[in-house]
Protein backbone atom coordinates (compact mmCIF):
# COMPACT_ATOMS: atom_id res chain seq x y z
CA UNK A 1 0.00 0.00 0.00
CA UNK A 2 1.15 3.55 -1.00
CA UNK A 3 2.24 5.39 2.07
CA UNK A 4 1.22 8.61 1.26
CA UNK A 5 0.41 9.90 4.97
CA UNK A 6 3.95 10.42 5.25
CA UNK A 7 5.07 7.06 7.18
CA UNK A 8 8.10 4.86 5.95
CA UNK A 9 7.82 1.00 6.23
CA UNK A 10 10.85 -1.40 7.91
CA UNK A 11 12.71 -2.81 4.65
CA UNK A 12 10.60 -5.75 3.48
CA UNK A 13 11.30 -5.90 -0.07
CA UNK A 14 14.63 -5.89 -1.01
CA UNK A 15 16.55 -2.93 -2.23
CA UNK A 16 16.49 -4.05 -6.21
CA UNK A 17 12.96 -4.46 -6.26
CA UNK A 18 10.67 -1.55 -7.85
CA UNK A 19 7.40 -0.77 -6.75
CA UNK A 20 5.50 0.55 -9.39
CA UNK A 21 5.01 -1.91 -12.28
CA UNK A 22 5.63 0.92 -14.86
CA UNK A 23 7.79 3.61 -14.64
CA UNK A 24 9.15 6.98 -15.96
CA UNK A 25 12.26 6.72 -14.14
CA UNK A 26 14.11 4.23 -12.25
CA UNK A 27 17.32 3.78 -10.21
CA UNK A 28 19.05 0.93 -8.95
CA UNK A 29 21.73 0.56 -6.09
CA UNK A 30 25.13 -1.70 -6.97
CA UNK A 31 25.16 -4.70 -7.36
CA UNK A 32 25.65 -7.24 -5.68
CA UNK A 33 27.10 -4.63 -2.63
CA UNK A 34 23.51 -1.43 -2.44
CA UNK A 35 26.39 1.11 -1.24
CA UNK A 36 28.45 0.56 -4.13
CA UNK A 37 26.71 3.11 -5.44
CA UNK A 38 25.81 6.37 -4.79
CA UNK A 39 22.95 8.75 -6.52
CA UNK A 40 23.38 12.40 -6.86
CA UNK A 41 20.32 14.53 -5.80
CA UNK A 42 17.83 14.22 -8.80
CA UNK A 43 14.44 15.97 -9.73
CA UNK A 44 12.19 14.46 -12.35
CA UNK A 45 9.53 16.81 -13.98
CA UNK A 46 6.41 16.26 -15.44
CA UNK A 47 7.20 18.44 -18.20
CA UNK A 48 10.43 15.92 -19.00
CA UNK A 49 7.47 13.24 -19.39
CA UNK A 50 4.38 15.05 -21.75
CA UNK A 51 3.80 18.44 -19.61
CA UNK A 52 0.86 18.28 -16.78
CA UNK A 53 0.15 15.40 -15.33
CA UNK A 54 -2.82 14.36 -12.56
CA UNK A 55 -1.01 12.25 -10.33
CA UNK A 56 2.84 11.84 -9.16
CA UNK A 57 3.72 8.00 -8.21
CA UNK A 58 7.55 8.01 -6.24
CA UNK A 59 8.88 5.27 -4.56
CA UNK A 60 12.22 5.38 -2.53
CA UNK A 61 13.98 2.47 -0.12
CA UNK A 62 16.61 3.48 1.52
CA UNK A 63 19.38 0.99 2.01
CA UNK A 64 21.64 3.16 4.01
CA UNK A 65 23.07 7.07 4.74
CA UNK A 66 20.72 9.92 4.45
CA UNK A 67 17.42 9.69 2.23
CA UNK A 68 14.76 12.65 1.84
CA UNK A 69 11.62 12.60 -0.44
CA UNK A 70 9.99 15.34 -1.79
CA UNK A 71 6.83 15.50 -4.20
CA UNK A 72 6.07 19.39 -5.60
CA UNK A 73 2.80 20.72 -7.54
CA UNK A 74 3.47 23.86 -9.47
CA UNK A 75 0.61 26.79 -9.22
CA UNK A 76 0.53 29.91 -10.19
CA UNK A 77 4.47 29.55 -11.59
CA UNK A 78 5.51 28.66 -8.41
CA UNK A 79 6.39 24.99 -7.07
CA UNK A 80 4.93 23.98 -3.93
CA UNK A 81 6.05 21.28 -1.08
CA UNK A 82 2.94 18.43 -1.37
CA UNK A 83 5.19 15.83 0.43
CA UNK A 84 8.44 15.90 2.75
CA UNK A 85 9.40 13.37 4.36
CA UNK A 86 12.77 11.65 5.62
CA UNK A 87 13.16 8.19 4.82
CA UNK A 88 14.81 5.95 7.53
CA UNK A 89 17.79 3.65 6.74
CA UNK A 90 16.39 0.11 6.44
CA UNK A 91 12.85 1.90 5.16
CA UNK A 92 10.55 2.66 2.46
CA UNK A 93 8.12 5.10 1.28
CA UNK A 94 5.86 4.75 -1.67
CA UNK A 95 3.89 7.86 -2.25
CA UNK A 96 0.82 9.20 -4.53
CA UNK A 97 0.06 12.36 -4.93
CA UNK A 98 -2.29 14.29 -7.00
CA UNK A 99 -6.00 14.71 -8.28
CA UNK A 100 -5.52 17.61 -10.87
CA UNK A 101 -3.67 18.54 -13.88
CA UNK A 102 -0.70 20.60 -12.89
CA UNK A 103 2.99 20.26 -13.74
CA UNK A 104 5.10 18.35 -11.07
CA UNK A 105 8.64 17.68 -9.83
CA UNK A 106 9.50 14.97 -7.57
CA UNK A 107 12.99 15.35 -5.52
CA UNK A 108 15.18 12.64 -4.20
CA UNK A 109 18.44 13.80 -1.80
CA UNK A 110 21.43 11.45 -2.61
CA UNK A 111 22.46 8.70 -0.42
CA UNK A 112 24.54 5.37 -0.54
CA UNK A 113 22.95 2.81 -2.49
CA UNK A 114 18.88 4.07 -2.69
CA UNK A 115 16.56 2.64 -4.87
CA UNK A 116 14.60 5.63 -6.64
CA UNK A 117 11.42 4.79 -8.64
CA UNK A 118 8.31 6.92 -10.12
CA UNK A 119 6.18 7.74 -12.97
CA UNK A 120 3.61 10.52 -13.51
CA UNK A 121 0.19 9.56 -14.69
CA UNK A 122 -3.36 11.38 -16.13
Not at 41 to 46: D, E, I
Not at 47 to 64: E, H, V
Not at 68 to 89: F, L, N
Not at 90 to 112: C, E, I, L, P
Amino acid sequence: MPTSSGMAKAATMTCWDLYWNSYNWAELPGYPNPGSLWHQPKTYYSSDFGGMKMYSYSYLANCGGYARHRIYYKSAGDYYKHHDYEVAADHWQAVKKGSVHRYRKVSYDGTSGDTRNGKYTG
